[in-house]
């Protein structure tokens, strides 16, 4: 019977597929893959661009199908068996792209390719080449025989350092719970959160309520909670995730972080890099760590006199000094106080199918697509949802699954990854389709999930990278949709698509109050509208706060350096907030330690640069103008990793960015002392 991983002829079959399947299906497709490589080195004689790298970028989408699913369902699973299949996965995957990155013929055919392109070869093709050639570099292919080893070696004990990082932050909180029985400690907790409390106990077989740690009920507690002690206590257990003060020392990852740290800077030396950022921006808008560095402090600079006024009006409203576990929660109270906004009313207007429909129909005006639900697409649960999407004549360009509600054994976060990307080689073309995942509040006793607004821009943002890859024109597999990106230019589309969460037009449309049937009322809007800058210098800082760590981590890190010791200085230097000793932040900072933002969280305000100065031209056109977002999706959206990508957006915008239009929509005077 054929493994079912490998048949990649249409959708994964998640109804068949499980963790038996991984070792066998990768141990075969990558044993045929070097059968093949091995042909193809001795038969390409004078290699071109069809005869060598077209069936390379074949295998390359091949590989890329088959592990799709395994990577998808050992995150969005509570099952240990997937979990044992990735981790004696990933050593193996990681061993075949390194070796493949290190084929000093291969690179050579790679450079005789590059060598006999035209001068006017069309831009995809170049950008293939170029990028293979780059990772190439990257990887040590000049590197002596026994440095090219210890490099493989590197990368497969930091693959498997990652995958552990991360499942010691999911254990650590999904292992913790809050009992309660008392019900005036949930004063202020809305109701959908004591339901759902309610319920985990009686399953359970508890009195009382039984929270979790998973975030919709760690924003609503912080968000809503009286009980001050409550939110400390969420605090303290969000914050200590996956360390040594955290309840279990099983999954403490203080020595993953150092080991992580020294195999990125010794793997970046070998390669001639003085440091892993330098190393991690060679593929990035930005040129040095110092570049960097100096937008933060830029951005930090312009932020802090209004941050400091938030935080003085703020303590003076509660009456007290703030501490981390106060700070939303005033903020809150300051919001309903001043413009009578809650966010527990307004979700009563954002059931989620209706919000779902809404921001479809914001695709659909902007860039001319329809998007149509189809139940007859397997699934691995039964919420989740998958959706076609269709041009503006009619044709199948993609599809996606929509995996939206938290659920125990379910990585936290919000995220989007391929399943299948784009590809039209050799007359064949297959269409990209994506994984959309969020973690809100799931649907109760029948009823649609309500979304707090902060949910619906989370939700636009997410849709914006799944617009990314979906749209996509180009061709060849890894240049095309978010592939071959700049990292730091990759959140530019979702930031961007933030900014209509926040226009009436749109939550008008993607509004229905879960009774009445009521659309958001503008006057509501305009209440929210007013909230928008409350606290918006201090949530500022706090990302340049997370950016500067990064960088610095990644530039300085040695044997002697003091993980905590640098995020101390970070803080002195940027926050206002002061975070108290048992803070544990990069222990459970997923983004650097185990995602794909090392040396690159300073991405999401770099880009948020690029989002809001593009905003700008639709505000300035009209934000459904079709000229513009016709020329968005040309100069953007559809041209994947195949040009450089100031260029592209100097196309779209006819100048480079501005740091102004950021500070201008975040509230912050761009007059602020620099």
Known sequence: MTNPLLDTSSLPRFADISPEHVLPALNELIAEHRRRLEELLETSGDPSFDSLVLPLEEMEHELSRVWSPVSHLQSVLGSRDWRQAYNEALPI?????????????????????????????????????????????????????????????????????????????????????????????????????????????????????????????????????????????????????????????????????????????????????????????????????????????????????????????????????????????????????????????????FPATRTIKGLFEVASRLYGVTLTRNDDVTTWDEEVRYFEVYDTGGALIGGFYADLYARSGKRTGAWIADCVNRKCLNGRTTLPVGYLVANFAPPMNGRDSLLTHTDIVTLFHEFGHMLHHLLTRIDVPSVAGINGVPWDAVELPSQFMENFAWNYEVLERCSSHYETGEPLPREMFERLEQSRHVGAAL???????????????????????????????????????????????????????????????????????????????????????????????????????????????????????????????SGIGTDSAA
């Open 539 to 665: 949530a500022m800082l706090r990302q340049i706060e997370l950016g500067l760590f990064d960088i610095r981590l990644h530039t300085e890190y040695t044997a002697d350096t003091s993980v905590l010791g640098l995020l101390d200085e970070v803080r002195d230097e940027v926050s206002l907030i002061r975070h108290p000793a048992y803070n544990r932040l990069p222990h459970s900072f997923a983004h650097i330690f185990s995602g794909g933002y090392a040396a690159g969280y300073y991405s999401y305000k770099w880009a948020e640069v690029l989002a809001a100065d593009a905003f700008d031209a639709f505000e300035e056109a009209g934000v459904f103008d079709r000229a513009t977002a016709e020329r968005f999706q040309r100069e953007i959206l559809e041209i994947g990793g195949s040009r450089d990508f100031m260029q592209a957006y100097v196309a779209f915008r006819g100048r480079e960015p501005s740091i102004d239009a950021l500070l201008r929509m």
């Open 93 to 349: 995957l990681t061993e075949y792209g390194t070796e493949l990155s290190q084929n000093a013929k291969l690179q050579q055919a790679y450079a005789r390719v590059d060598g006999n392109l035209e001068t006017g070869a069309d831009e995809v093709r170049r950008s293939a080449v170029e990028r293979a050639l780059r990772e190439f570099r990257l990887a040590g292919v000049d590197l002596p025989d026994a440095e090219k080893a210890r490099f493989r070696d590197i990368m497969r004990e930091l693959a498997s350092l990652q995958a552990k990082f991360d499942h010691n932050v999911q254990d650590a909180s999904d292992s913790w719970v809050l009992g309660i029985e008392d019900e005036a400690e949930l004063d202020g907790l809305p109701g959908h959160l004591r339901d759902r409390a309610a319920a985990e106990a009686e399953e359970a077989g508890r009195k009382g309520w039984l929270l979790k740690l998973d975030f919709p009920t760690y924003d609503a507690v912080m968000k809503h909670a009286a009980n001050r002690s409550l939110r400390e206590n969420y605090y303290h257990a969000w914050s200590t995730r996956g360390s040594d003060e955290g309840a279990d020392p099983a999954w403490d990852n203080s020595d993953s972080i150092q080991r992580i740290l020294e195999l990125r800077r010794e793997a970046s030396e070998l390669v001639g890099f003085p440091s892993y950022a330098d190393y991690s921006l060679a593929t990035k808008m930005a040129s040095t760590p110092a570049e960097v560095i100096e937008f933060l402090s830029e951005l930090s600079a312009r932020s802090r006199p209004t941050a400091e006024r938030e935080l003085e009006e703020l303590s003076e409203f509660a009456g007290m000094t703030i501490e981390p576990w106060d700070l939303t929660y005033w903020l809150e109270k300051l919001k309903q106080e001043r413009y009578s906004i809650s966010n527990e009313v307004l979700r009563e207007y």
